[in-house]
């Protein structure tokens, strides 16, 4: 039976999968962990393409198991732009007020 694991948080994931539903990485690419070739799950049907790692000698379908799906991790946002954000919204705030105190 084949097996995935989430490279991002290493749980098991089933082969079908888009994005872990542990921590919500993106799979890209499968990984092998002999050489480091990167391609997609179809190339890895009889072992590795580059190294041959879990090729089909014994005739079985198992090819994949213990490969690691390589994920896109999510990248923190900047932390300047929550003080872009805040000040936008002061300025906002004030320019508003003394919008509204000129017209009352």
């Known amino acids: 039976m084949k097996r ?3 490279e991002n948080c290493s ?3 089933e ?3 888009d994005v872990c539903p542990h921590c919500g990485a993106f799979f890209t690419a499968v990984k092998c962990p002999e050489c480091g070739y990167r391609g997609k799950l ?3 049907r009889n072992g590795c393409p580059k190294c ?3 090729s089909d000698a014994n005739g079985e379908d198992d090819t994949t ?3 690691k799906i390589e994920t896109r991790s999510k990248k923190p946002l900047p932390s300047w732009l929550f003080w872009f954000i805040l000040l936008f919204l002061v300025l906002s ?3 508003l007020s003394r919008i509204y105190v000129r017209v009352t």
């Open 42 to 44: 179809h190339e890895f």
């Open 65 to 67: 198991a213990g490969l």
């Open 93 to 95: 705030f004030i320019v």
């Open 52 to 54: 041959g790692y879990l």
């Open 15 to 17: 082969e079908k999968n």
């Open 11 to 13: 749980n098991e994931v």
């Open 4 to 6: 995935f694991f989430c």
